[in-house]
Nanobody
Framework: QLQLVESGGGLAQPGGSLRLSCAAS????????IGWFRQAPGKEREGVSC????????NYADSVKGRFTISRDNAKNTVTLQMNSLKPEDTAVYYC??????????????????????WGKGTLVTVSS
């Protein structure tokens, strides 16, 4: 059974760091674009970052560029999101997601949740002093 499990959320102070991890089971991530999305209370779910299956090309929302770094480890079937210089507006539930279908070409991955087919249950990140 396909499953995505996020971990690493919690409370951080403004300016602090957190590292989120997503472990996949039941299928191999290698051929799929993978992304991190977040949803704050009262707001729509938004794409934060993604990494392509081919070439490891990364894509970031403007709001997190220069602060967040996504990486994937195909051997471990995991994807991580290193979040630095956290801000209160980064507070949200963070979801790991996998694209609906595999990608065999070197292309920029999508930050649209419409393009994702598999989701984890999310991990809460709270940035507050």
């Amino acid at each position: 059974q396909l499953q995505l499990v996020e971990s690493g959320g919690g409370l951080a102070q403004p300016g602090g760091s957190l590292r989120l991890s997503c472990a996949a089971s039941g299928f191999t991530l290698e051929s799929y674009n993978i992304g991190w999305f977040r949803q704050a209370p009262g707001k729509e779910r938004e794409g934060v970052s993604c990494v392509s299956s081919r070439g490891g090309i990364t894509n970031y929302a403007d709001s997190v560029k220069g602060r967040f770094t996504i990486s994937r480890d195909n051997a471990k079937n995991t994807v991580t999101l290193q979040m630095n210089s956290l801000k209160p507006e980064d507070t949200a539930v963070y979801y790991c997601a996998v694209a609906k279908s595999p990608s065999y070409f070197i292309t920029l991955c999508s930050l649209s949740y419409h393009d994702m087919g598999y989701w984890g249950k999310g991990t809460l990140v709270t940035v507050s002093s």
